[in-house]
């Protein structure tokens, strides 16, 4: 009988119903999905570099979570963390929004994925954001933690997308010179130009996601 509770519990944890929430005025509503890819315009100072290296205004990431009974967002900002959904919105400078699903999760995520993919993003929790965009497990970037967490979550079944290089991007740009030289040649580092790099876009992008909600 305990057995019975623990599974029905844990059940209800892995794969809890699609939820549509109201969000701050202007931002509509969301149907959720643990384990739901949720994209925003970031208003933080580096995101318009962002914006001119990738050509795109889809400049910070995170995945959906449920804690609490209450909705949140993995993301790296600062730190990794947990952000309430509402606050998440908050930060895309026009409301605006796009949430992605898995398509291999379209009817219900995999219990067993789901539940590494919440270790995983969880584990994280704490750690810096990276702000030299380097590919290491100490830090981590907003596209990296979300494409690494996947990649473990699914044992790189394949990934959810190619990394790109540095020398992959476009980092002639007067924005994307200025953060180089504040971030590296400030701290004596020099760019790998072969540093593997997931950028928000490449996520977006993805041929293993589809679009729930934009």
């Known amino acids: 009988m305990k057995n019975f509770g623990r599974a029905f519990i844990a059940a209800l944890l892995l794969a809890p119903p699609a939820f549509s929430m109201e969000l701050p005025p202007g931002a509509g509503k969301m149907s959720l999905r643990e384990g739901d890819i949720i994209f925003i315009h970031s208003g933080s100072s580096q995101a318009?570099?962002?914006e001119e290296v990738m050509g795109s205004s889809w400049?910070?990431?995170g995945v959906a979570l449920m804690r609490n009974s209450s909705w949140v967002v993995?993301?790296?900002a600062g730190t990794a963390s947990l952000t309430?959904?509402?606050?998440?919105?908050?930060?895309s400078r026009d409301g605006g929004f796009a949430v992605k699903r898995l398509k291999e999760w379209r009817s219900r995520p995999a219990a067993k994925e789901l539940l590494?993919?919440?270790?995983?993003l969880l584990g994280g929790l704490?750690?810096?954001?990276?702000?030299?965009?380097?590919?290491?497990?100490?830090?981590?970037?907003?596209s990296e933690y979300v494409w690494k967490a996947f990649y473990n979550a699914l044992s790189g079944r394949p990934a959810l997308c190619k990394p790109q290089k540095f020398s992959d991007l476009k980092l002639d740009g007067p924005l994307a010179r200025e953060l180089i030289a504040k971030r590296y040649k400030a701290a004596g580092k020099k760019l790998n130009m072969a540093e593997p790099i997931v950028t928000p876009l490449a996520l977006f992008n993805s041929d293993?996601?589809?679009?729930?909600?934009?």
């Open 84 to 91: 309430s959904l509402p606050e998440f919105i908050k930060k």
């Open 116 to 120: 590494s993919l919440k270790k995983w």
């Open 126 to 142: 704490g750690k810096k954001y990276d702000i030299y965009f380097e590919w290491s497990d100490k830090t981590f970037y907003c």
């Open 48 to 50: 318009p570099a962002i």
């Open 59 to 61: 400049t910070h990431v």
């Open 208 to 214: 293993r996601l589809y679009t729930v909600q934009q």
């Open 74 to 76: 993995a993301e790296t």
